[in-house]
Each structure stands twice: as structure tokens, then as C-alpha cells.
């Protein structure tokens, strides 16, 4: 069903599903529709949009709409179905909070084969379906509830990429396979130690992640944010 999704991409699958979701909005989507809902530069848009009519999955004429071919269309209803489908998963059966759950859906629909997904959805069908699924989905909601210093702690040490809108933490070390170039330009940003930090705004599909620091903004990409670790604190 879903054989040629894989072989787009994290990033192209991301643009095809903005693009069917803001044809939903708009009349005509432009490349500068794109670049605000995804928060990037219209010089990465027009990258993937090239890489997408070569594909067949768009139309696409300098200085015009874009628009998705049939295939195209298709494709993008199936990335937003899995998106949608493993969101609901996280916030009806997990009980994660709707926002971070839209970005862990964003993320995690990318990597799970077909079966891991169809695994997802027949627990999903088993708890929101069966007869006793109440009581079940009471119980399993409880048990998570009485785990909720321990999941607290689960997020106190994690990396800017899986930060939420609103938090606030320091930065305490960078991962150990990070390039040393790498390294030394999140640096020269004043991504340093013992910096205190906010995540202001995240991108509808995760990337990038706006946060602020010493008074001024930072805009940081996916890739970037995972680098550097972060010790969430309370304010």
C-alpha cells in the first residue's frame, strides 16, 4: 500500500502532506504558503518542490500554484491518515497532551512499517471497540496516572528536539557523536553550557523548533536540536 512512501523521505513526505493540507485552506497554494506553514526558507521549499515534480507527485510551474498530481494527492492522504491515526493512539490510549502527540505522530509515522503501524491500530480498534474496552482503557489510564512522577522524570534529561512549546530548561552537554564543526557553530550561536532556554514555537511538522535565549531568538532545525542536551526545570 504504501511501498514508494519510504523512498520520499522524512522532509519530502512532510511537504507533500502541507501542501494537500493547505489546498484544503487555500485556493491556490504558492511556495510562500509553504515556507510559513512549515517555517522554512523558500529556498528549501522550491528544493523539495523540484525533487516532488520529478517524482510525479506535483504540478508545478516557476511563479505558480502547486498542485498535486493524482498519485500525489494519494500519497498525501495516506501520510496524513497514518499522522492522524497515530495521534489519536497517543492522546485516546496513552493519554499523551494533544500537542506533543501531534509532534511524536509527525516523527514516528516516518519509520514504523506497515505492520507496526497496523499493530498500532488493531490495539487502538481493541481498546476503543470490544465490549469490555472501557474497563480496560479505565484501567491502563490509572496504572499511567500512578506513573506520573515517573514519567515526569523520563522528560527531565532529553535534547532540545524533544522539547514542548513552553519549556524551559539548561543546556548541559552536547551528544557525544556530535561532528566537532557541528559542534563548534551551535556554539559560536551561544548554544553553550549551562544555558538557560525556552522553546518559543515549533513547527506544525517539527521542524524547526524556535527557542529563546539570553533575550534573543534562535531558529534551529531538527538535526540541530538533537544535538544538544537539555535538563527541563520548572519555573
Do not use: W
Amino acid at each position: 500500500m504504501r511501498s514508494d512512501l519510504h523512498v520520499l523521505g522524512e522532509s519530502l513526505e512532510d511537504y507533500l502532506e502541507s501542501i494537500m493540507v493547505a489546498q484544503n485552506e487555500v485556493s491556490k497554494v504558492r511556495v510562500t504558503d509553504i515556507a510559513e506553514r512549515m517555517q522554512v526558507k523558500k529556498s528549501s521549499v522550491n528544493s523539495a518542490i523540484k525533487k516532488l515534480v520529478a517524482e510525479g507527485y506535483i504540478n508545478h510551474e516557476k511563479y505558480g500554484a502547486i498542485e498535486l498530481t493524482p498519485s500525489g494527492l494519494e500519497l498525501a492522504k495516506q501520510i496524513y491518515q497514518r499522522h492522524e491515526s497515530l495521534k489519536m493512539f497517543l492522546t485516546e490510549i496513552l493519554g499523551v497532551n494533544e500537542k506533543t502527540a501531534a509532534l511524536n505522530a509527525c516523527t514516528i509515522e516516518h519509520y514504523l512499517n506497515e505492520e507496526t503501524y497496523r499493530r498500532f491500530m488493531f490495539l487502538y480498534d481493541f481498546f476503543k471497540k470490544e465490549d469490555f474496552s472501557d474497563e480496560l482503557l479505565e484501567r491502563l489510564q490509572d496504572y499511567l496516572s500512578g506513573k506520573s512522577e515517573e514519567l515526569k522524570s523520563s522528560r527531565t534529561e532529553t535534547t532540545i528536539k524533544h522539547l514542548r512549546i513552553g519549556d524551559s530548561a539548561i543546556i548541559k552537554d552536547y551528544a557525544h557523536d556530535t561532528d566537532p564543526e557541528y559542534k563548534a557553530k551551535l556554539l559560536r550561536m551561544g548554544l553553550i553550557k549551562n544555558t538557560k532556554l525556552k522553546v518559543i514555537r515549533v513547527a506544525p511538522l517539527g521542524d524547526p523548533i524556535e527557542i529563546s535565549m539570553n533575550n534573543y531568538h534562535i531558529i534551529l532545525r531538527k538535526n540541530e536540536a538533537k544535538c544538544i542536551q537539555v535538563e527541563i526545570i520548572d519555573e
